[in-house]
């Protein structure tokens, strides 16, 4: 089945400007946590959303936001951009919520890169 | 702490040598570690996990270890070869139980040389 799907790949935006990115979970999960990675500094969570509920949010200011469909395809939205907001932006989706003391595996989408200029 | 700790940072070994990476975490009710490969450009893959009620799990070059009285897990390679060169990421879970997320390791780039 098709994995973990991330749109757009690569964007280039301007500081000040917004950006919406969109993750397509595996079929059947219910379950997409977003991830910013940059270098030095690992995977950052952002949020997770489950069953259209966001369900958890890590310690990003509220320029960050995000929501879920009804079909549990998830898009996160940057406003105000800043230089400091270039990286790569992971997608993951699971059956059960991520962090669920049952062990659900996630599986990462190929991500999108954001420069900011 | 508020993170998984991950060491080393980075580690290069001779082809054939083996590589342990370690993570340890804070919270005690954690129950599952997976561990991650990131190779250059491409997205994190699982490549092996352990839940709580077993202090070992191998799969062929690859094993995890677990402590939980230390509250510490090591990723074991062995045989290193040069497509082991990758970022190794652990995982655990932290938080309470109805908001709990999963929660990264730094990372540990692994440089496999000839």
């Known amino acids: 089945k098709a994995g973990v799907t991330q749109t757009p790949r690569y964007l280039i935006k301007t500081r000040g400007q917004q950006v919406t990115l969109s993750c397509s979970p595996i079929?059947?999960?219910?379950?997409v946590s977003w991830y910013q990675q940059t270098p030095g500094q690992g995977l950052q969570f952002l949020f997770e959303?489950?069953?259209?509920?966001?369900?958890n949010k890590g310690n990003f200011p509220g320029r960050f936001s995000g929501r879920q469909f009804s079909n549990s395809r998830s898009e996160m939205n940057v406003s105000t951009l800043e230089l400091g907001d270039s990286a790569l932006y992971l997608c993951?989706?699971?059956?059960?919520?991520?962090?669920?003391?049952?062990?659900?595996?996630?599986?990462f989408g190929e991500g999108s890169w954001l420069t900011v200029v | 702490g508020e993170n998984v700790e991950q060491h080393p940072s980075t580690l290069s070994v001779q082809e054939g040598d083996s590589a342990v990476i370690k993570c340890t975490y804070s919270?005690?009710?954690?129950?599952?570690f997976p561990w991650y490969k990131q190779e250059l450009g491409k997205r994190p893959q699982l490549i092996i996990d352990?839940?709580?009620?077993?202090g070992e799990k191998k799969d062929q070059r690859i094993a995890v270890t677990l402590n939980k009285t230390a509250k510490h897990f090591s990723l074991h390679i062995t045989e290193t070869q040069p497509e082991d060169s990758a970022v190794y990421f652990c995982?655990?879970?932290?938080?309470?139980?109805?908001?709990?997320?999963?929660?990264f390791g730094t990372g540990t780039r692994l440089q496999v040389t000839l």
């Open positions: 079929s059947g999960h219910r379950s």
């Open positions: 959303y489950f069953s259209e509920t966001q369900r």
């Open positions: 919270d005690s009710a954690s129950n599952y």
């Open positions: 995982a655990a879970p932290r938080g309470p139980g109805t908001a709990s997320k999963l929660t």
């Open positions: 993951a989706s699971s059956f059960e919520p991520a962090g669920a003391r049952t062990g659900n595996t996630i599986y």
């Open positions: 352990i839940r709580s009620n077993v």
